[in-house]
Nanobody
Framework: QVQLQESGPGHVKPSQTLSLTCTVSGGSITTDFWAWIRQPPGKVLEWMGVIAYDGSTYYSPPLKSRTSISRDTSKNQFSLQLSSVTPEDTAVYYC?????????????????WGQGTQVTVSS
């Protein structure tokens, strides 16, 4: 059973960079697709981007200029960096995985999820 666990600061100041890490167990990030998804308060889940089994990445167009997803295969971890954050980036951030054969962007297409981590952007 694949298990994912997010970690990182729960508070970030405006204009700074939000950095989160997802540690994976029970599976390898060199297979399948690994994504970051967030849910702002009172809003629906928002797919942010994905890193594939071969290390290639694809980002949601509205967030592309501020988002970077990377990985450390030696630690079986992948990470999110979101730059120039504003209070609108306040959300619960999830890492998730899918065994789909192509990149998928709908949150309900992801089978495995971390528990989520709250990140608040405020001064």
């Amino acid at each position: 059973q694949v298990q994912l666990q997010e970690s990182g600061p729960g508070h970030v100041k405006p204009s700074q960079t939000l950095s989160l890490t997802c540690t994976v167990s029970g599976g390898s990030i060199t297979t399948d697709f690994w994504a970051w998804i967030r849910q702002p308060p009172g809003k629906v889940l928002e797919w942010m981007g994905v890193i594939a089994y071969d290390g290639s990445t694809y980002y949601s167009p509205p967030l592309k200029s501020r988002t970077s997803i990377s990985r450390d295969t030696s630690k079986n971890q992948f990470s999110l960096q979101l730059s120039s954050v504003t209070p609108e980036d306040t959300a619960v951030y999830y890492c998730a995985a899918t065994a789909a054969v192509v990149i998928v962007t709908r949150p309900n297409q992801y089978s495995y999820w971390g528990q989520g981590t709250q990140v608040t952007v405020s001064s």
